[in-house]
């Protein structure tokens, strides 16, 4: 029983691209005729068994990008065609020749196609069988990967990264997930391998970076870390010593009406140095610790609340700035009464 049937096509698989040219290499060349059986190989070394043949597959015709070829069945593979056991047919190519072993003729439940195929191997090479399979999701996946042994997780773990475009993903959890499993042995070999130095930041003191340095003739500076501030704190920061300067000046006006002229400027002089230095926290008794400038303005200020103190300066003011413009002589003649 002979008919005439497409057995391939050119495409791009999973396992490589099946152009034109790779199509004629494959089919164009078959001088003998290729066995049919039924069933992929793969299959029946997995049992242990020959595989059953079915027929013989000759006459390969390339047309565009198809290829048919005339299958002659023998009288096993005519049963079981008359049956209607099979369904279609899938080649087997030996990834590394390009060479056309068999085909394949699928039995009902496993629908023949090229757009999908997979690796197997046998005892004749790596036999890129075509046929459709069923898609697997990714949660099945994950199911499937429980029941692994950890040698065959890392071995699936290691062929998702080949190939992988990291500029596409962040590798940070990756990294994470790595440290967390493995102690830090591993990768401080790696770095002292390679030349570094590797101790914890706890134990790296400045006596050992002195230390360090000295060794290589090098001196060590120390600096501040410039801190980069987000365009919102930097407005904050901006609006905070805007009201310091105003509170400052405001702070210095006050003190002019309760402290005499001769005494201003050095009292002065003291609010704005601690104003410099408002950020640091002195103990002034057990239940007074604040910064020198608030210690200095709030005694200030109850200067001002004290009434008593208050008029006895305002006095003081009033004769200092008193404007005397009587002259020698008139105060000479006011003496002697003329």
């Not at 069988?129 to 692994?148: I, P, Y």
Request: glycine share 6%; no cysteine; net charge negative.
């Amino acid at each position: 029983m002979k008919k005439r049937i497409k057995v391939f096509e050119a495409g791009n698989y999973p396992q490589g691209d099946f152009n034109l040219d790779r199509v004629k290499e494959v089919f164009s060349s078959i001088d003998n005729p290729i066995g049919g059986i039924f069933s992929h190989t793969s299959k029946w070394l997995n049992e242990n068994k020959t595989p059953v043949d079915v027929g013989e597959f000759s006459n390969f015709e390339v047309k565009g990008g198809d290829v048919y070829a005339d299958i002659e069945f023998n009288a096993k593979g005519t049963n079981y065609y008359n049956d209607g056991i099979l369904k279609g047919v899938s080649v087997e190519i030996d990834k590394n020749t390009n060479k056309l072993l068999k085909i394949a003729v699928l039995p009902v439940g496993i629908n023949p196609a090229v757009s999908t195929a997979e690796f197997q191997e046998s005892e004749t090479g790596i036999v890129i069988e075509f046929e459709e399979v069923k898609q697997v999701t990714l949660e099945e996946l994950l199911a499937a990967l429980v029941g692994l042994s950890s040698a065959d997780r890392l071995r699936i773990v290691l062929a998702a990264l080949d190939g992988l475009d990291v500029a596409e993903i962040d590798l940070q959890p990756a990294f994470t997930k790595l440290w967390e499993l493995d102690d830090q042995k591993w990768y401080i070999n790696k770095l002292v391998a390679e030349g570094y130095v590797v101790e914890k930041t706890a134990e790296f003191s400045k006596e050992k970076i002195s230390e360090l340095a000295k060794g290589m003739n090098l001196q060590v500076v120390e600096f501040e870390r410039e801190v980069v501030l987000s365009p919102e704190e930097m407005r904050a920061q901006i609006k905070s010593e805007i009201e310091f300067e105003t509170k400052l000046e405001n702070e210095i006006t006050e003190m002019k009406k309760v402290i005499p002229p001769a005494l201003q400027h050095v009292v002065e002089f003291a609010i704005r140095e601690s104003a410099k230095k408002r950020a640091e926290i002195v103990e002034f008794s057990e239940t007074e610790k604040v910064s020198e400038f608030e210690k200095i303005t709030g005694d200030i200020g109850k200067l001002g609340t004290n009434k008593v103190f208050k008029t006895y300066f305002n006095d003081i003011a009033e004769f200092e700035n008193k404007d005397d413009s009587t002259s020698d002589r008139d105060r000479i003649n006011a003496y002697y009464g003329k």
